[in-house]
């Protein structure tokens, strides 16, 4: 019995997209008409026409074409145009991880479309999590350079939205540390007027004191270590939290890394 669920289902599908995982073993489920039959073939074909142009699209990059490229190609796999808009919002997702697979050109073709499943789909998250993950790839592969103050306020505003939803403890410290990344960087950019980089400063030492006590992922607490050294007044904290990181992380080369920082601050 094929699949005859929506788009995004089949797509959205966790394991392999094999015979057994789209067959129906429940006899409930088993079509009833020839119109039902030729809806789940026309699904099936639809799904399978566009992995394979995607599949195409893969292999393309690797032999020199470039994301563009790969776009035109994607977009000719599926027509969008009868769909609904979480069946939109799955395909332009397939579209957006199949380009970041283009290297690192393939970013920013990437982030674009996942902003366009901010706008078909607002209620599905997936969008607004595919923005933030590759503007942050975007933003440490540009480390040190000129930082653009309207990309990055941008992508808080859209880190602000997930954070609003309720969204599982472990995702919530990720997006909190994407964020303080984000402000942290946009308070070295020469354009904010004093003020304004006063209160992102503010902002970056709310979300260090929150996660200093959420999580125990090590790099992120180096991180808020180094943030914290910031303060003459705060360098014992700092000292302490990057030592106690570097007892479960002795060998660890980004630990390490912080943690010289903080020593030679402290002199």
Not at 86 to 96: E, N, R, S, T
Request: charged share 25%; with cysteine; proline share 3%.
């Amino acid at each position: 019995h094929l699949y005859s669920g929506p788009t995004r289902e089949f797509f959205l599908q966790h394991g392999d997209l094999t015979t057994s995982s789209i067959c129906k073993e429940d006899a409930d489920h088993d079509s009833s008409s020839d119109a039902d039959d030729g809806e789940s073939l026309e699904g099936l074909y639809e799904a399978a026409k566009h992995i394979f142009y995607s599949l195409k699209a893969t292999i393309m990059y690797h032999i020199g074409s470039s994301p563009s490229d790969v776009k035109e190609l994607l977009s000719h796999a599926v027509h969008m145009d009868d769909m609904t808009p979480g069946d939109k919002a799955a395909v332009l997702l397939f579209k957006a991880t199949t380009i970041r697979n283009c290297g690192d050109k393939g970013v920013d073709m990437a982030m674009d479309i996942a902003k366009e499943v901010i706008l078909v789909d607002p209620d599905n998250l997936s969008g607004p999590f595919l923005v933030i993950i590759y503007s942050g790839e975007k933003r440490r592969s540009k480390w040190g350079q000129k930082v653009d103050k309207s990309e990055v306020l941008s992508i808080v505003q859209v880190i602000d939205s997930v954070l609003q939803q309720d969204i599982k403890p472990f995702l919530r410290v990720k997006y909190q540390f994407e964020k303080l990344q984000a402000l942290n960087e946009m308070c070295k950019s020469e354009s904010l007027a004093t003020q304004e980089r006063t209160r992102m400063r503010q902002t970056c030492t709310e979300l260090v004191e929150e996660l200093v006590h959420t999580t125990n992922k090590p790099h992120t607490l180096a991180y808020c270590a180094q943030f914290i050294s910031r303060s003459s007044r705060k360098i014992r904290q700092a000292i302490q939290l990057v030592e106690m990181v570097l007892e479960s992380n002795p060998d660890d080369v980004y630990v390490n890394a912080k943690a010289c920082n903080i020593y030679k601050k402290a002199g």
